[in-house]
């Protein structure tokens, strides 16, 4: 098992992601967050994972709930480039939010932990 921590943006609530959004409105919100993980992924090998948990850690304003999407965006990221099988329950064990208050109010700690790691 190998633990990655990134310093992500705060995504759109979720709140905000579905508000009478059109699908291209909440297809640019994914990707501009798949952006900011290209940055944050930059400083790591390619891999891949045969199972993963992702845990959140913010301050934000968001009723912890509406973090949500830090978490989806993180998954789909996951499966986007290939580094997972997919993002279903037998390869996505476990999720959580956490309010850390002595974070940045700006910045969500997405915490990964990856089971079966292999550097490709």
């Known amino acids: 098992m190998i633990e990655i921590d990134l310093n992500l943006p705060k995504p759109p609530s979720l709140n905000q992601f579905y ?3 059109h ?4 297809q640019k ?9 290209d940055k944050a992924f930059e400083a790591y090998d390619e891999f891949t994972a045969e199972t993963f948990s992702i845990h959140v850690l913010h301050n934000s304003r968001y ?6 999407l830090a978490i989806k ?3 789909d990221y996951l499966r ?3 580094w997972v099988e997919d993002d279903n329950k037998k390869y996505f064990k476990k999720l959580s939010i956490e309010v850390q208050e002595d974070l940045p109010k700006d910045i969500f700690k997405v915490k990964l932990k990856l089971y079966g790691y292999k550097e490709v």
């Open 19 to 21: 508000a009478g959004r």
């Open 23 to 26: 699908f291209s409105v909440r």
């Open 29 to 37: 919100y994914k990707k501009q967050y798949f952006e900011e993980l």
């Open 63 to 68: 009723d912890t709930d509406n973090c949500i």
């Open 73 to 75: 965006f993180t998954a």
């Open 80 to 82: 986007h480039r290939n």
